[in-house]
């Protein structure tokens, strides 16, 4: 068995939700997930990451666990999870699950245990007070929402901590009875045979005085400890760091490769979006460059978006002004620190812009996920509440409620995107399953080219001086091979000059092309927003 299997692995999340209704309720279900599996495989998916599908009275889309050894009825129950595991290790595919630590939902036995008996087992489960000026320094996240990280529980008598909604208190990891149970609820899933997790919102596990309760050396301590368990008794299966943090923070979670197998690149994405509105590279290799190197059995996971806000949380004050201002122009657009809208509605619904950030996606260091429905360019409602625009039913086809769904339309979990440019009759999954040229297959072939070279998931990244500001060009190179990428990220045709080539001819590993070297120089123009893997 190849253990490293996640550092070549292509990623994609799943709102099981919205992916495919199968017994007509208007909720997509595990059975649903299961019926469209040769559509993820033909793309070419490796493993899945799916949104939590626990009970849950649902005030945080699952993010608010009621009981971490079910599923919701929603989706269907656990024999329909261990079929789907099974159809997806048949295929030999991958599926992670989330795995949220930090919080439970408030209608948890244990909350509700804990609230209402001071003597109950559960009371020390969660973080009380009697006052709420305690651990002053942490940062509120849900900024638009909550005015406090403690809420006042009159059948308690005290506060609770919460660093999510009010709904979602946290769990107390200085209690070793929490830190033993959340380590069962892990081994559970592991033995039902999940491939491993993403952990969701790890640096806030542990609240010390004077600090800002985020990354303390408790909470990799603890970390650490389930990350021994899972090496001695599931080798091959993974951890995903969620942690919205600078690279230098989100490399303390790699440890000495004995914490996450996997983290998110948060400060990458918005670079991206930054890079392509400013049509210069900088931000992107500025950023890359601040990015520590990470222990060799250790993984990037690179995204553009997904089913939160697209976080501004790691640019400065003018930086997300900015975002904002080019990217959210209407005040509805914007939410907490971010942008509530998706891939191909920020991109102005240029196929070129599209094709260039997937580019972007598929050769950066680190492993990429794709957000269900950007491989189609799916666009949002950002009229729905929260961040629900962005977790609209998937478009199969051009049929009642775009195939997602046999119930009437006003059954449906939330609507589907009816407008003329995104609504179904325009993007959908099947006729771009046909369209050799669409942005499915284009997006197809680009994942099977990066299979072909081990380099895209084990390289190392190099900038290359191009003469061109407006050309983002890197190398990623292993074991003496080298792919060199170039990215007009502008609108206008541009030329790129390269040194120093030992070759006579370089080739895009995409379209076969062959470019001729002249002494030791390759004078390439690039078409706007054209983009090269030369070898
Ligand atoms: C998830 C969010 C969720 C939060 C609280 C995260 O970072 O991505 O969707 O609301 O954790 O669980």
Redesign the pocket.
Known sequence: MNELWYKDAIFYQVYVRAFYDSDGDGHGDLRGLTQKLDYLQELGVDCLWLMPIYPSPLR??G?DIADYYNIHSDYGNLDDFKALLEAVHARGLRLIMDL?LN?TSNEHPWFQSARADRNSPYRGYYVWSDSDRKYLDARIIFIDIEPSNWTWDPLAGQYYWHR?YAS?PDLNYDNPAVQEEMLNVMKFWLDLGVDGFRA??VPYLFEREGTICENLPETHTYLKKLRASMDEHYPGRILLC?ANQWPEDVRAYFGDGDEFHMGFHFPIMPRIFMDIKKERANDMRDIMRLTPSIPENCQWCIFLRN??ELTLEMVTPEERQWMWKKYAPEPRMRLNRGIRRRLTPLLDNDRKKMELIHSLLFTLPGSPIIYYGDEIGMGENIWLPDRNGVRTPMQWNAGNNAGFSEAPAQSLYAPIIDNQAYGPLKINAESQERDPQSLWNTIRRMIARRKQHQTFGWGDLKWLDCQNEHIAAFSRTYQGKSVSILHNLSASGQTAKLDNIKKTLMRDILSEKAFEVRDEKLVLKLRPHEYLWLE
């Open positions: 945080d889309d993010y949220v919080h999510f979602q969701d919102a969620e089913h939160d």
